[in-house]
Structure formats: C-alpha cells, structure tokens
T-cell receptor, first 111, second 112 residues
C-alpha cells in the first residue's frame, strides 16, 4: 500500500518558473526520498532526507521535511523543459522498514 | 560502477501463458533487490523484495512469484498470466532497505 501522497497530481509551468511539489505521509519515517521518472523509463534517485533533517539542497533542487506535519516539499528552481517528468516521494516507514512510493506529480515545463 | 540490467524491454503475452522476467545487477555484492509494478500514470506497487539469496518477501498476494537463485539475479515469474498482470514492471537494487534505490529501465508487459 502507498505511504506517501504527492500533491498536485499534475503541474504545468513555463520554463524559468519554479515548481513546487508536496508529499504527505501517514506514519513515522526514518527517511524520505524523491525520485524522478521520465516517461517509460525507470526511476532516478534525486535526494534523500533523513527524519532529523529539515532541508537539503542539490543543484536546483531543494527539499524540505516537516515531521510534525508529516510532509515534504520538492522545489525545482529555474525550471527547464528537460525537467518535464513525473516526480515521486518514497518513505521508509519505521514500522515496515521498506520503501513506499506515492502516486507522483506529473510536471510539464513548457519552453 | 554498479549497473542494473532488466529484460526484455517489452513483452506481449497471451492470457494463461507463463512469464519470466530477469534482472541482474553488476558491480556490487549482496544487494537488496526489488520488483515493482506500475499501472499507467500511477505510482509503484511493491511486489517482492529480497535481502539475500533465497530470501523473498511478498507484499501482494497474486499469481506472481519471485526467486533469487544467485546473489545478483532476481527473477519474476508466473505460471499463468491474467489480463490484470499487464503493466510496467521495474526491478531495483539498493545497498540496504533505507538507502536510495537504483532502477532498471523496466519491462512493459501487455497481456492479450
């Protein structure tokens, strides 16, 4: 069963704008990860943030984690057409000790 | 460097036929291995994972099975495919259960 739920389901923006995607989860976690999937391909790992961390950066990506609200956000700054993809959050629940993926946000960046 | 191979890329099978999808990992030892299924436009459903040779954990009861005959080989099988088995099947590996997973390019399975 899914643990994380991404919001929105779909997002369309212009190149150069920022894109923000959110993820909510239900149970306590050890860590939360964000992945990207180009159409018809496997997932690619972007960032892992641990439950004791609040923010992480990687290039144009910024991830925040609020364990009190059981939510995370992924911000892509200065988006490019090549950022068009689906983005998934995955949580490592303390109880299950395996990764659970959400349904994803489909991001379209228009040139 | 580590690589993961998954094949075939696409497969069309009739209802009731058997299935065997293979996944191999190179460049690492004793990886955790995973099989996922993804319906069109949806998230990933974890089917099986393995933390070692011969160890298989099943997440969803169904007519699929998995085996790990060698350290870096993970096989997804079925004796008789159903229409509902159609989907995009992804294999992945990780160093441990709480570490990033690395995915293969997937197999698109169509059941006719």
């Amino acid at each position: 069963s899914q643990q994380g739920e991404e919001d929105p389901q779909a997002l369309s923006i212009q190149e150069g704008e920022n894109a923000t995607m959110n993820c909510s989860y239900k149970t306590s976690i050890n860590n939360l990860q964000w992945y990207r999937q180009n159409s018809g391909r496997g997932l690619v790992h972007l960032i892992l943030i641990r439950s004791n961390e609040r923010e992480k950066h990687s290039g144009r990506l910024r991830v925040t984690l609020d364990t009190s609200k059981k939510s995370s956000s992924l911000l892509i700054t200065a988006s490019r057409a090549a950022d068009t993809a689906s983005y998934f959050c995955a949580t490592d629940a303390e109880r299950n000790n395996d990764m659970r993926f959400g349904a994803g946000t489909r991001l379209t960046v228009k040139p | 460097s580590q690589t993961i191979h998954q094949w075939p890329a696409t497969l069309v099978q009739p209802v009731g036929s058997p299935l065997s999808l293979e996944c191999t990992v190179e460049g690492t030892s004793n990886p955790n291995l995973y099989w996922y299924r993804q319906a069109a436009g949806r998230g990933l459903q974890l089917l099986f994972y393995s933390v070692g040779i011969g160890q298989i954990s099943s997440e969803v009861p169904q007519n699929l099975s998995a085996s790990r005959p060698q350290d870096r080989q993970f096989i997804l099988s079925s004796k008789k495919l159903l229409l509902s088995d159609s989907g995009f099947y992804l294999c992945a590996w990780s160093v441990s259960l709480d570490q990033p997973q690395h995915f293969g390019d997937g197999t698109r399975l169509s059941i006719l």
